[in-house]
């Protein structure tokens, strides 16, 4: 379960392990260490990816039927394969890292399918289709499960179906965490991951310890102190200890993001603050979080963004929007894709057909698998 603010989405987010929970990790805050001419996006013109400087500009040129962005240093792209719309992706071929210079990293290794690095490991599947990970010297650390989410605070959600086992493995490819697989589960969000049994949410620490036991028809992950729960078909907030922060008296809610949070009533969406304050009033048809001070939201069929005190820093004109990451967001205008800086102005005009965020290639960032 993970919620959709905006009806039309136009990043596909595939997840990797049927077993877990899609994620939708919260991005990274933007570093100081890097400068805005450093950052890179990748994009998707005539059917291919490359990779784009704030300017606009390809410093890789688009030539890969598949991509995703960098993290930790590399991106993984495919190469010789066919891009088909059937599959929303690419058939055949293989797939490479490559380091923002477009060099081919560990020696021209190739791997089956698309991966990510997220906390200096990437998940890759095995020849004989075992998935194991690998570190960001291309070494291969553990193997020999069936299926492997990204690491997250430390660990990565894994199953072993010979021995019907679900749980968590460290960055050696011990399992710390074991449960039974008629177990569903997720990734760990200041020291807490959902787990799902009997078609009941509840959440467990990193020793593996139920703090909050399998009680709720849903839950969300844990930000900024607090976690969505679903109980009678209307969301509130847990706290860390699993009491109750904030009733469920809400039709649909997002996560909190810079202490505030979206949240749904009689149809519309509004914002409220840790202490259950509407700050911004029940009036959009479609939010999404706020980000870097600013949030997207959609009135009279467009899209626009607002600041935290609920006024206008664009006035709604685009088809759709993303939140801003490093000072940029995508937007969307007559089926292209292009970016606006954090003062409002559109600094790309849209142009492409896919696109993600502008981030520091060297962070681990956020893994969404656009294909």
């Not at 891009?83 to 490479?96: H, K």
């Not at 200096?120 to 499960?145: H, Q």
Request: hydrophobic letters at 40%; one cysteine or more.
């Amino acid at each position: 379960m993970r919620l959709r603010l905006f009806s039309t989405l136009f990043l596909a987010l595939i997840g990797m392990l049927t077993a877990c929970q899609d994620e939708a990790k919260k991005d990274s805050e933007p570093s100081a260490e890097i400068s805005k001419s450093e950052l890179l996006a990748m994009v998707m013109i005539d059917g291919k990816y490359g990779y784009i400087d704030t300017l606009g500009g390809f410093v890789i040129e688009p030539k890969y039927p598949l991509a995703r962005s960098f993290s930790n240093g590399f991106a993984c792209v495919n190469i010789d394969g066919i891009r088909t719309d059937l599959i929303n992706g690419a058939v055949g071929g293989e797939y490479i890292f490559i380091d923002p210079a477009g060099t081919v990293q560990f020696g021209e290794k190739t791997f089956s399918q698309p991966t990510s690095f997220y906390e200096g490991y990437a998940p890759v599947r095995m020849p004989d289709d075992k998935v194991g990970f690998i570190d960001t010297s291309g070494t291969l650390v553990a193997e020999g499960f069936d299926a492997m989410m990204p690491f997250s605070e430390g660990l990565a959600a894994a199953l072993d179906l010979e021995n019907e086992t679900i749980g968590y493995v460290d960055t050696k490819g011990d399992w710390k965490i074991k449960l039974h697989v008629d177990y569903t589960l997720g990734d760990f969000h200041q020291g807490r991951t959902f787990f799902m049994k009997d078609q009941k949410y509840g959440f467990i620490n990193s020793s593996g310890q139920e703090v909050v036991p399998a009680t709720y028809e849903g839950t969300y992950d844990y930000y900024e102190g607090l976690a969505a729960y679903l109980q009678d078909d209307m969301f509130g907030f847990l706290d860390l200890e699993g009491a109750v922060a904030i009733p469920n008296i809400y039709e649909d809610v997002a996560d909190f993001s810079e202490g505030l949070c979206a949240v749904q009533k009689d149809g519309k969406w509004g914002f409220i603050n840790k202490q259950n304050e509407v700050v911004i009033p029940f009036q959009y048809p479609a939010v999404r979080s706020f980000n870097e001070g600013v949030a997207a939201v959609q009135l009279d069929g467009k899209v626009g963004f607002i600041t935290a005190d609920g006024n206008w820093l664009v006035e709604p004109k685009y088809g759709n929007a993303l939140d801003f990451k490093n000072g940029f967001a995508i937007v969307q205008s007559d089926l292209k894709l292009g970016y606006i800086n954090r003062e409002g102005v559109e600094v790309i005009s849209p142009r492409f057909e896919r696109a993600d965020n502008f981030v520091n290639p060297q962070e681990s960032n956020p893994i969404l698998k656009v294909n």
